[in-house]
């Protein structure tokens, strides 16, 4: 079946740094992928995502790329911010599965001023 | 215009009382989703409803879960017989179609069986 693998944590930054979570996965045919934003006190939200190889997803800064040779779709951040402390979770969807997402475990991620 | 709203936001009941949640999706979208967020088993999927098709139950963990979706439209989730491991946020997505359309979540269903 399918599975997400991510990075856990938590990961803790100082404001303006790089930032890299790791996601790699396990599906058969050609799955959608998604980051998912959980801020503190707030419901689950779509970040970005990419429905095919090759494929660039951006939003608030932050970018991941579809890369099906290597099964992975790492998030990245040029300059992080105070305002970037969530758990983010990356997520497919389809790929022979069930229609439902499946989300890795989730990486608590802290920036610190 | 309206978000995906679920109630109770906050349910504590005892073990091996049944329980119902409810969410309301987004007016217009056909898909239905429930997921469960916990601890020890992070996000996980628990069944999809898309349109008049039968439900996509595979992710149900026991037959103690069921849930239902009446019109199209507002979905309930029914726990029997709840056990203490049940105890998680319940959450409720919608979207426009499946694939690769976006699922937008509800604020989530915590319960806690004492």
């Known amino acids: 079946g399918n599975s997400v693998t991510q990075m856990e944590g938590p990961v803790t930054l100082s404001e303006e740094a790089f930032l890299t979570i790791n996601c790699t996965y396990t599906a058969t045919g050609y799955p959608s992928l998604f980051w998912y934003v959980q801020y503190p006190g707030e419901g689950l939200q779509l970040l970005l995502k990419a429905t095919k190889a090759d494929d660039k997803g951006s939003n608030k800064g932050f970018e991941a790329t579809y890369r099906k040779e290597t099964t992975s779709f790492h998030l990245e951040k040029g300059s992080v911010q105070v305002s970037d402390s969530a758990v983010y979770f990356c997520?497919?969807?389809?790929?022979?599965?069930?229609?439902?997402?499946?989300f890795g475990k989730g990486t608590h991620l802290i920036i610190q001023p | 215009g309206a978000g995906v709203s679920q109630s109770p936001s906050n349910k504590v009941t005892e073990k091996g009382k049944d329980v119902e949640l409810r969410c309301d999706p987004i007016s217009g979208h056909t898909a239905l989703y429930w997921y469960r967020q916990s601890l020890g088993q992070g996000l996980e999927f628990l069944i999809y409803f898309q349109g008049n098709s039968a439900p996509d139950k595979s992710g149900l963990p026991s037959d103690r879960f069921s849930a239902e979706r009446t019109g199209g439209s507002v979905s309930t989730l029914t726990i029997q017989r709840t056990q203490q491991e049940d105890s998680a946020v319940y959450l409720c997505?919608?979207?426009?179609?499946?694939?690769?359309?976006?699922?937008?979540f509800g604020p989530g269903t915590r319960l806690t069986v004492t």
């Open positions: 997520a497919l969807r389809g790929g022979g599965g069930a229609d439902g997402l499946t």
């Open positions: 997505a919608s979207s426009l179609g499946t694939g690769w359309y976006e699922q937008y």
